[in-house]
């Protein structure tokens, strides 16, 4: 299986989560070109012309995640010097804002680059987080990175606007976050809401500023979330409104999702209720519609996703398909809360065997888990069927969507599932 | 010590510091230290608290009259050496390896500040080299001792190559475990979670382990290896190899590789006698290759003369297989970059057997000269005739076919990192192309200097050729074809990028037709025109 990422994994993605936002890895260059790659894959911001551009000292021809490459002198003497040596290279590109994060074993030396970015007199460009991540899980370091960068931000608040939106806890290692964020605009808007802004999905220093006035945020997957939440809340009386059927993964938890904040926000939920039935027919037509349909009910899965993701996942799989879980297994960072409704979850479909059991014991139909661990339980024979539903296979480039929040997203877990031979 | 206080009169006359103090060896420390208390507090009228009185008044004197100070006079390794064993130091102290204004006298090399240039990063580090290297040997686990991130990458990464390949049930990215090290390290040290790992993983059933360790570990300084002896000695059973590549400290993934072969190789059975018809490889490495059958090519060549592999050493692996290394009658790297070699070399001592100086062929000069070799140490000259003449002729019939399309044509070679290009330049002869530039990298790993080399063949040759350089080439030189070996390859003009191809011909062949098809295919295809 895949050894999951943790949170200084997590804290590199949440910085290039922001449009104009760049991740500084002060580490050695051997923790750069993963990372510089998965970011990549799952937020391209390449350009024309980006190897000539960016082939100077700290980048060396990659634009994505420069990095100070410790050595083994830096760990001894410290690397204060690299860190005053790239400032200037890397604060003189544009609006670009830079966030450095330290490498594991950066973080044991204890190099103060706050305070050296303070000295060289590039405050408003350059920030770092001071934390080392690695004791965190990822979504917890992707979370408190975010908190982080609006906390360096310090947006000011000047009003508020009614009918306003803010969406929280949507990583951009979910795969196709950014067709999830259409998809979860379009219901928003359907209710009368309109977005100002998704920190930590796509989201610029403009959009910050702005994201101060809306009215609520909406969450949609907590463990990405919860302290950003909770630092709008209190800093800027801006309440956050989650959904107790978890993130909106799947027909039920959209309706549900939509539903809860239409109520919390009092607005009317009927024309994404509609569109929602308009989904669910259509699905409809097009099972029975189809001679040769494959036949999922009583379809046995694999689960390994955010708690938050597999709780509607799993209630939705099994009452919408009649499929049941043989492995579920949450990744590190979901709160004991959303862990004991899972379990009691499957405690209801007699599968309560199959929290944490391995996923590899015996052959299922399907395994749902991030694109990677999805794709080897297919290859090695312990499923049927693996479906990407976390950080995506960086194995493959795709272009068709495959978001797995809103209605798209359960589109996207239909067509999976119904493809399985 | 005897002369102690010789030595260090010795040291403060060399670097020109004054003695301040001389405080002497008493059991009252012990005795402070018991109490939680200094022996200032506790003895106030003591010896050794008469001393430590001497230090404080120096440094308030100091603090108050500056001109006290004294500039010390720096002293490099070799004198420190000289001073530790009793000889007065010759020539001038601080020899021109330090910096000044830097503490000299605490540190165990001199500082050097390192600039930040693309000459002197390492871009890798020398835990993934090993893990990458024991991850080959199929019956054993390896324990990355570091955070959990650093697993992540590393199996994420090998995992990529084997999605994409698509291949096999046992995979190496899951032969990886990780001690996932977190904050707490840093306080308690690591080791009692990598001996909780190790026991676990025996507990599992596992046989064989390799520990690497991060450089997490290695600036903590754990000790991995007392650990791992501890549990050694309680299952004597179970071969346990300790691998100390402390992420970057120790070098990058070149030195890590061959640190895990070395590891390997202490399983070697030195009683083990080679066995006719019998080969050894080394090093195989099929980073980038496509399609389920990676290795295709390798085994075919020996497949077709009738040649059973025995050790496929630090490709896929058993640490049985290994340690029957010496059936192999004929041991062959796959090849020649400085990876390969070193690790030749280490088979040669550590195994005692020879390693052929050619490496695995590619290219049809190679295949014949591979040929002739086998069938003279095997007694199998007919067949390996017959094999290499079919090969020959399937070779010089397909290049027929494509030199239409390449003949002609004009070429420059970027080569940044690649030590052989041998192969390429055969290529590109037999297809027809002329090699108008060959411009080498900083980073390069020469085979021989380019000028004996390139200028010898009449190439055209340029080192620490940059992407300036090329482009200026390309406008200049008007070239129809430009190869790379860095993957830059979104350039104005017909650009492909090469790495060495599979062994035999068919690697060739293949890489041969894509440089034909190249030829006819849009210079710039059209979703670049949307950038």
Known sequence: MTIYPDGFTGALMAVESFEDGRAVLHGPGGCRGYHSYAISRCYSKARQGDYEKYSVPYFFGQPRVPCTYMDEDDYIHGSDHKIKESLPILCSDGDVFNVFIRSPGAALIGDNITDAIERAGFSDKAMAVEESLISQPFSSGYDHTVRTILKWMRPEKRGTLPGTVNILGLPISSNDWEDALEDLKHLLELIGLRVLSSPGAGCSRRDVSESVAAEFNVIVSSEYCARTAKFYEEEYGIPAISCDSGSPVGFDAVEEWIKTIASETGKSADRAEELIRDRRERVFRRIKGCLYTNKVKCNDFVAMADGSVLLPLIGWLYDYLGMIPESVTPDPGGDEETAVRIRSLLRSMGAEDAWRSDPASRKTDFAFADGHTAEMLEMTGSCFKGIDIGYPSLARTRFLPRPIYGLSGAMYLLDEIFSKE | ?531
């Open chain 2, 1 to 531: 010590m005897e002369n102690e206080y010789d030595i260090v009169e010795r040291f403060a006359d060399a670097v020109g510091l004054p003695i301040v103090a001389r405080i002497p060896r008493s059991e009252l420390f012990a005795r402070a230290e018991s109490e939680g208390r200094t022996i200032a507090e506790l003895f106030p009228g003591s010896d050794a608290a008469k001393e430590f009185e001497k230090v404080a008044t120096h440094v308030l004197s100091i603090k108050k009259n500056r001109s006290e100070l004294r500039e010390s006079r720096p002293l490099n390794d070799e004198q420190m050496g000289m001073i530790a064993k009793g000889e007065r130091i010759t020539g001038e102290p601080g020899a021109d390896d330090t910096e000044k204004g830097t503490c000299r006298v605490c540190m165990r090399k001199p500082l050097v500040r390192k600039a930040t240039t693309e000459n002197r990063i390492l871009s890798s580090c020398a835990t993934a080299g090993a893990v990458y290297g024991c991850l080959s040997v199929s019956d054993a686990v390896t324990i990355l001792h570091g955070p959990r991130s650093c697993a992540h990458i590393m199996s994420a990464l090998k995992g990529i190559a084997e999605v994409k390949r698509g291949y096999g049930t046992d995979l190496q990215s899951v032969r990886i475990h990780s001690t996932e090290m977190d904050d707490t390290v840093s306080v308690f040290g690591g080791a009692g979670t990598l001996e909780q790992r190790i026991r676990d993983l025996i507990l599992e059933g596992r046989k064989n382990f390799f520990i690497v360790t991060s450089c997490v570990s290695g600036i903590i300084g754990d000790n991995a290896i007392d650990v791992v002896n501890a549990i050694s000695n309680e299952h004597p059973e179970i071969y346990f190899r300790v691998i100390e590549a402390d992420g970057n400290i120790t070098g990058d993934m070149g030195t890590g590789y061959v640190a895990s072969a070395d590891a390997m190789l202490d399983a070697v059975d030195g009683s083990v006698s080679p066995e006719d018809m019998t080969v050894n490889t080394i090093a195989e490495r099929y980073l980038f290759r496509r399609g389920r059958d990676p290795d295709g090519g390798t085994r075919a060549l020996f497949s077709a003369l009738g040649i059973r592999m025995n050790c496929r050493f630090m490709y896929e692996t058993t640490l049985e297989s290994i340690k029957n290394i010496r059936l192999g009658k004929m041991t062959f790297a796959a090849g020649d970059d400085a990876e390969s070699k070193r690790i030749s070399r280490l088979v040669e001592s550590k195994a005692g057997i020879s390693v052929e100086k050619g490496t695995l062929p590619v290219g049809l000069k190679g295949y014949k000269a591979f040929h002739k070799k086998m069938g003279e140490a095997f007694g199998i000259g007919d067949v390996a005739e017959e094999v290499c003449l079919r090969g020959e002729r399937r070779y010089l019939s397909e290049i027929g076919r494509l030199r239409k399309r390449t003949e002609g044509k004009r070429a420059i070679i970027e080569d940044r990192f690649t030590a052989d290009i041998d192969w390429l330049l055969e290529l590109l002869s037999d297809l027809g192309i002329e090699v108008i530039k060959i411009g080498m990298g900083p980073r390069h790993e020469w085979k021989e200097h380019p000028e004996s080399r390139y200028g010898e063949m009449g190439i055209p040759f340029a080192e620490n050729y940059s992407i300036g350089d090329l482009n200026s080439d390309i406008r200049e030189l008007e070239p129809d074809l430009v190869l790379t070996d860095s993957g830059l390859t979104s350039l104005d003009v017909r650009a492909t990028g090469y790495i060495r191809p599979d062994v035999g011909i068919e690697g060739v062949l293949e890489f041969g037709r894509r440089l034909a098809n190249l030829m006819s295919v849009p210079v710039i295809e059209g979703w670049r025109r949307y950038a």
